[in-house]
C-alpha cells in the first residue's frame, strides 16, 4: 500500500493532504521519496521558522533528550526555567504558562479572562468574526466560521463575535461587563486581514473607560513573523495577555500564554494545568528557535526579504489586475487575494515544486520559514506569473 492508501485504511477523514510523499527535509526545502525538492512556503504551517535540518535544534533535542524527556510539572525544570526568563525578560512580560498547542493557549486564556471577570462582574469575551483561535470548544466559541463551529454546539454563554474592524460594532458591543476583548492582529487562517488604527485606538479608549483586558493571539503571527518579534508591536498595542505556539517549539508541540503584572494573581495552584505542556525537549529546542530569531538575524530577515517579496507581489498586482485584487501582510506572513478560487493554483505550484496553501477559498497563503532568501522569492513569483496568466 502506499503512504496515502494507508492514511485512508485508517485516519479519521479530517484532513485534505498534499499528494506528495516526504522523505526528510533540508533548508527551505521538502524531499519526497524519489527526490524531487520542493519549496516550502508552508513551513508547517508557519512552524517551522527555522527551516529543515537546523543542526542547533537537533543537537539541542538530542541533547536535552538524553538528560530527561519527560518529568511531569511536579518538577521545576532547566530547560522550562531558561526559556521561561528569555521569553518574560526579552517581551516584558511578568509570568509564562506553558502549554502544548495554539487551541490550549487559546483556552487558558479563555480561562484567565473569565476567573479574573468574575471577580469584577465582567463575564463577556469579545471576539472577531473570520477569526481563528483553535478546535476545542472555548476556542470554537470565540470563532464565528460555521465551516469549524457547525453541529458541535451548543457553545459557551457570553462570548459574542463582532466583525473585524468595525469600530461601531466595538463600541455598541463593549460595557461594564466586558471581561476581554480577544483578536489576532493580522488574522492568518481568515485570510490574512490587518487590525486597522481606528479600531485600535478605539478599543484603547473603550478599554480605558470600561476596563477590560485585551487579549492577543500570536500564535501565527508572533515570533519574528512579521519582522517584529509580536505583531501588535505594529500597532501601538499593549496587550495584558498574548498567546504563542506555532513556531516556539521549533516543530515540536509547545505553547504559551504570557501575562502582564494585573493577571498574575488570579490562578492559584491546581487551578489550571497540562500533563505535557512545557515538554523539556520542546522548551530546549525553543531556546534556539528565539536564539536563532532574535540574535541570529531571522526576524531582521523576516523583515527584509517579506519586504522584498510584498513588493514583488504588489507587482503581480498590477501586472494581472483581472486576476489578482491585492496583497496583504506583514513580513513573511502575506496573503495574495485572487478574483478566483485559489485551489487549482495551489496544485500547480505543487506540479512546480513549490509548496503553498489557500484560505478562505481566494486568498494564497504565504508563511514559509524566516531563513527565506529573495532567490526563492524570484522563484515563487515567475512560477505564480505563468500560472496564473493562461
Ligand atoms: C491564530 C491561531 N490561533 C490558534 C491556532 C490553533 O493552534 P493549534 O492548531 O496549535 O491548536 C491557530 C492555528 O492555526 C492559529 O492560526
Known sequence: MTMHELEKEYFLNTYNRLSIEISHGEGMYLIDKSGNRFLDLLGGVAVNALGYSNERLISAIADQASKYIHVSNYFVQQPQLELAKILCEFTNYSKIFFCNSGTEASEGALKIARKWGQQKNKCEIISMENSFHGRTMGSLSMMSNLDYKEGFGPYLENCKQIPFNDINKLKGSTNESTAAVFFECIQGEGGIFEVSEEFVSTLSELKKRFGFLVMIDEVQSGMGRTGKFFSYEHYGLNPDLITLAKPLGGGLPLGAILIKDNLTDVLKPGMHGTTFGGNPIACAAGKIVFDEI?????????????????????????????KIKEVRGKGLMLGLELKFAGKEIVNKMLENQIIINCTHNTVLRFVPPLIMKKEHVDQTINTLREIIIP
Open 294 to 322: 532574535v540574535n541570529n538575524g531571522l526576524m531582521h530577515n523576516a523583515e527584509k526579504v517579506g519586504h522584498y517579496f510584498k513588493e514583488k507581489l504588489k507587482s503581480l498586482v498590477d501586472e494581472l489586475p483581472d
